[in-house]
């Protein structure tokens, strides 16, 4: 006799349901990600007040994240070129 296991229906939504980026297809959706960019920069000129007078520790971690945040405007820089190249554009 073969065992099979069957796998229940949440695990398979649990696996598609990390493909999708809601915020990313947001903005992607969008011809201007302004708001988005707003908060970032909001976000980054507290950051650097970390970096600049916060503990040893918060000033390492604030390092960190503005790295991250670099990387996802790359990203979405990155996105934004291949969805205009590609003429998916709205």
Do not use: H
């Amino acid at each position: 006799m073969k065992g099979t296991k069957a796998q229940p229906a949440t695990a398979a939504n649990d696996d598609i349901a990390w493909r999708q980026f809601p915020k990313f297809e947001e903005i992607l959706g969008s011809d201007e990600p302004a708001p988005l960019l707003a908060k970032v920069e909001k976000t980054c000129r507290q950051l650097d007040g970390l970096m600049q007078s916060g503990s040893e520790s918060d000033r390492a971690r604030a390092k960190l994240a503005m790295a991250a945040y670099g990387r996802s405007l790359d990203l979405l820089r990155q996105l934004t070129d291949m969805r205009n190249r590609s003429g998916i554009q709205k």
